[in-house]
């Protein structure tokens, strides 16, 4: 890999996380550990998931709440709110937008 | 709850939370439960966790500091406020350092739980102590015994409180975190209930001791503490109660009452009399001729004080 080849994947990572975090958080309530385990991965280090939680909570995009477990003790689980879900879905479109024109730079084309 | 109980796991959690050290004491603690949390569902899933299985759970989770570096993005709030300052200022003058400054140091986000609770305790468990010390001694305190009982009272837990403040970026507003969990709200009743133990007590306490030191008696010329009144011994009527002052541990001596007196109170204009206040001769070498006023309410003796002639 060249260098600073890392760096931009680092980057590229945690610019989307925030969007995947979201977008897991749309159809279901999710806890930490469930939601880490469906980034699969994505996040270089799995506790940054965890203050990046706690700002989306600060900033009213999720709301958590502690809900009993089948096995072991209570969970805190997060569920999108109305502001959660007005953003998710203007990062959607950005995202779209985004993506098509680095796939046509990336390919070649002229964005 | 099962906690893991692991060496590498514990140490981990140590790791994080110095690493978070400029993070508001709720968040730091919060974050810090929220990866225990992480870490006991993440090796839930094995049934007998190898040191393996618990090395890899941390590796995924990452560096304490990159997690730290995470949590203190542009929006984690300087720490040391106008409040905090405030709150040590108010700790550090008599009375009211226990009635305005402990609530608000309790108040106040930036300090964590432990410190608060050291900080408390030194306050309140040092006067209790000094107290003790100065009853049992049995001697009038001085101005150099109050200036040594300020510097621990007020000052020593002030000065570790300062020392323990987070260091933020510059003062500014903390940010209250919305939308915390029970785990938090609990946390908080039992922090205002422990407030309201130390503090009602205390309140009470020095109340009474103002009550007793703003008493004038009579023909007084000190007024002893409430620790003397251990030191009389009820007998069976007003007219035989034995007074051993100036000195532990000497044999009770039943004497009569010489006379009944009125002893003024300084601090209630609702009931400006003791009730059924008596003198008695002093037995003992220290004061020879002196009187103790002794006064009763209910049958319990509620003030002592001597009078030397």
Redesign the interface.
Known sequence: MVAGGDRVLAQLRRGTLELCVLALLRDEAR???DL?KALDGM??????I??????L????LV????EESP???P??YYHLTADGRRTLAAYTEQWSRLRDTVDRVLDGGSP | MNRIRHRAVGAYLRDLDRALRGLPAARRDELVADIEDHISAALAEHPEPTDDDVRRVLDRLGDPRDIAREAGGPDAPATTTWFEVTALAALLLPLVGWLVGLPLIWASRAWRTGDKLVASLLAVGLVIGATVAAGSAGESVGVAELASLWVLVHLVPAGLLWRRRPRGDALDTVRSAPGSGPGTDVRRIVIALLVALLVVPLTLALLAGVALVGVEAESGQRVVTPAMAAEVDLGDTRDAVGVVLGGAGESTTVVPALDRITVRRATDPGRDEYGDCWSYPVVGDDDPGGRALVCFEADEVVLVATATP
């Open positions: 806890y930490g550990f880490v996040a270089s280090s799995e506790g940054t965890y203050p990046l939680l706690g700002r909570r600060r900033d009213g709301s958590s709440t502690w096995a072991g003790p969970r805190r």
